[in-house]
């Protein structure tokens, strides 16, 4: 499912000259640079084979949860023709005193069935845990996510720490499910990849601040429509401008799980997020 229709972006700088509106009225065609950047095709993690029954689908939410926390878009239940599949395979032995050794082996794969890397992750656990998953068995993951992520992640320097103005993205409003945390997340990851310096250490305060506010009609012949309002704002609060989204989805699909869905959105509106961070730099550069 993809979230890729931008209604408007509209700009309310003071005091400038007009500005342009590339995503005014029109949606960028499906192929267009602005709907494809680095990473946005996401990782698709399909239970983890070997395992028991509850602990293979455990495993793939743990893995897509470590992804994202490393700034990459990953869902155990969404893809695209561009998607990396990340396949685990899990083999188990007695290691006594009613534990078990767990190997897992991590394998992505391009779109074209490529192998790009593998990884490897072991843990000794309760033979129960293993049995019936849950938080238990997320070292499995988590220990192996940095170094998978970095076979998709983009190959642009990052920005220099001090010459850029800093932004913080707050979690969304009105979102059901996991969407507040799952669009801030998704924003945070797309906006790094613009080259954008989150604040993400301590003591550091925001130039900039993104907030999202989600709104979601009632279900007509299964479908409801989803808008999600983009506002860049200064740091004393004054609005700078808003990039507007809307798209229809199946009725109840984001009621838990946003997955992929919050990276379209996400990737879509990050190029009108820039654009409004880079013209108020250049209407007011002592601001940033």
Known sequence: MRFIVVAGLFLLLAACQPLPHPLEDTAPPPNSPLMTPPDSAGVMIPPVSGAPGKSAGDLADAMATALQDNDV?????????????????????????????????WEMRAADGTVTGQ????????????????????????????????????????????????????????????????????MSAALRRSQLTLVDFPGAAPNFIVE??????????GKQK???????????????????QENAVEAGSLDKVWGL????????????????????????????
């Open 119 to 186: 990884q490897e992750a072991s843990a000794t656990m309760p033979r129960a845990a293993w049995e019936n998953g849950g938080a238990g068995i997320g070292a499995l993951a988590s220990s192996a996510a940095p170094e998978l992520a970095k076979l998709i992640e983009s190959k642009a320097p990052p920005p220099v720490a001090g010459t850029e103005p800093l932004i913080a993205v707050h979690v969304a409003t009105g979102a059901p499910g996991d969407g507040g945390q799952a669009l801030a997340t998704a």
């Open 261 to 288: 869905t919050a990276y379209d959105a996400a990737n879509a509106a990050a190029p009108g997020i820039a654009a409004l961070v880079e013209r108020a730099r250049q209407v007011a550069p002592h601001a940033s």
């Open 212 to 221: 999202a506010q989600v709104a979601i009609a009632p279900a007509i012949s």
């Open 226 to 244: 989803v808008s999600i309002a983009w506002s860049l704002n200064r740091a004393d609060g004054a609005q700078i401008g808003q990039v507007k």
């Open 73 to 105: 878009p990953a869902s155990t239940g969404a893809r695209n023709r561009n998607s990396f599949l990340l396949q685990g395979k899990a083999s188990s032995s007695d290691a006594g005193n009613g534990t078990v050794r767990v190997t897992v082996t």
